[in-house]
C-alpha cells in the first residue's frame, strides 16, 4: 500500500470527507461520474454516519456520488468489501499464472453481471484497488 501515490486534487477530496465524517481516507480515486474512498478498517460505520447522514453530507459538499470501500489487510476480505453487500462473493482464491499475483473471485450466478457492472465498470474498480492495495495483478471472475 506504501506505493500508493495521492494527486492533489485527491489530498483535497480526502480532506473534505475526513473533516464532514471524521472517517480516516486511506485512499481516495477520482473519476469523472464518481469519487471512490478507502476507509479505515472498523470505520465505516462512522464514514456513513447515523441514519447515511455523514455520507450524505459529503456526497452533498463535493456533488459527485461517493463509493466507500472499507480497507482489510487480509486481501480476500478487501476483495470481498471492493464488490459490496449487494454481490455475493462465495469464495476468493489467489494463484500465480505466468508470474502474476491473480485472484480468481467466484461470485454468485445471479450476481455475475453486476459485478462486472456497465461497461466493466464495476470489475475495472476491483481490479484497480487490489492493484493499489495488495499488488494483485488481476480479477477474475468464475
Known amino acids: 500500500m506504501s506505493g500508493i501515490k495521492i494527486t492533489f486534487e485527491e489530498m483535497q477530496y480526502i480532506a473534505r470527507f475526513e473533516d464532514i465524517t471524521n472517517a480516516k ?3 481516495c480515486i477520482v473519476e469523472s461520474d464518481r469519487v471512490i474512498n478507502v476507509i479505515q478498517q472498523g470505520e465505516m460505520g462512522l464514514a456513513i454516519g447515523k441514519g447515511g447522514e455523514n455520507i450524505a453530507r459529503a456526497k452533498k459538499a463535493i456533488d459527485k456520488p461517493i463509493e466507500l470501500v472499507e480497507y482489510s489487510d487480509d486481501p480476500a476480505v478487501f476483495i ?12 476468493v482464491v489467489f ?16 450476481d455475475k453481471g453486476l459485478a462486472i457492472g ?8 476491483v ?7 495488495h499488488n494483485i495483478d488481476d480479477v477474475i471472475l468464475k
Open 25 to 27: 481516507v486511506l485512499d
Open 95 to 110: 494463484k500465480e499464472i505466468n508470474d502474476k499475483k491473480v485472484a480468481e473471485v467466484e461470485v454468485a450466478a445471479k
Open 80 to 91: 470481498k468489501n471492493i464488490f459490496g453487500s449487494v454481490i455475493t462473493v462465495k469464495n
Open 127 to 133: 481490479k484497480l484497488l487490489a492493484q493499489r492495495h
Open 118 to 125: 456497465k461497461n466493466g465498470k464495476n470489475i475495472a474498480k
